[in-house]
């Protein structure tokens, strides 16, 4: 998708939402158009989409067009939210309502290196001999 929007389009509240994959149908609770998921290559999909923090899902251009026209963001449905710190989406540890935070960044990279430490020791077993990794 291009990263050129329209004047009729929100820039900052994509802060504001949680990106999703296009795996399921669905349905966008802004125009209420029901579509299956359309991948070309396994990854790539048609519409890009974002989930509100109250769990309604919505097309990107849809969602930025909207908080342009009432100047605020939220969710139709559920009301309006201010564009304030507390009600932000944190992409390092996936939870809505805070600003990133250094302790966000210190939980994800513990998490990382959990994760990376255990495949070492998966692709350690597969040359080293059973015997030796007691």
């Given at each position: 998708?291009?990263?050129?929007?329209?004047?009729?389009?929100?820039?900052?509240?994509?802060?504001?939402v949680?990106?999703?994959?296009?795996?399921?149908?669905?349905?966008?609770?802004?125009c209420?158009?029901?579509?299956?998921?359309?991948?070309?290559?396994?990854?790539?999909?048609?519409?890009?989409?974002?989930?509100?923090?109250?769990?309604?899902?919505v097309?990107?251009?849809?969602?930025?067009?909207w908080?342009?026209?009432?100047?605020?963001?939220?969710?139709?449905?559920?009301?309006?939210?201010?564009?304030?710190?507390?009600?932000?989406?944190?992409?390092?540890?996936?939870?809505?309502?805070?600003?990133?935070?250094t302790?966000?960044?210190?939980?994800?990279?513990?998490?990382?290196?959990?994760?990376?430490?255990?495949?070492?020791?998966?692709?350690?077993?597969?040359?080293?001999?059973?015997?030796?990794?007691?």
């Amino acid at each position: 998708m291009s990263l050129m929007y329209a004047d009729d389009e929100c820039n900052e509240c994509i802060h504001y939402v949680k990106p999703v994959s296009n795996s399921n149908s669905w349905r966008c609770a802004f125009c209420l158009i029901a579509e299956s998921a359309i991948c070309f290559d396994g990854e790539t999909t048609l519409w890009d989409r974002y989930e509100l923090c109250c769990g309604h899902e919505v097309h990107e251009r849809c969602y930025r067009t909207w908080a342009k026209k009432v100047g605020m963001v939220g969710c139709p449905h559920c009301g309006t939210l201010d564009k304030v710190e507390d009600h932000l989406f944190c992409e390092v540890c996936d939870v809505f309502g805070h600003k990133m935070t250094t302790n966000c960044v210190v939980q994800r990279s513990k998490f990382e290196l959990m994760k990376q430490a255990a495949e070492a020791k998966t692709e350690r077993a597969k040359y080293v001999p059973f015997s030796l990794l007691k």
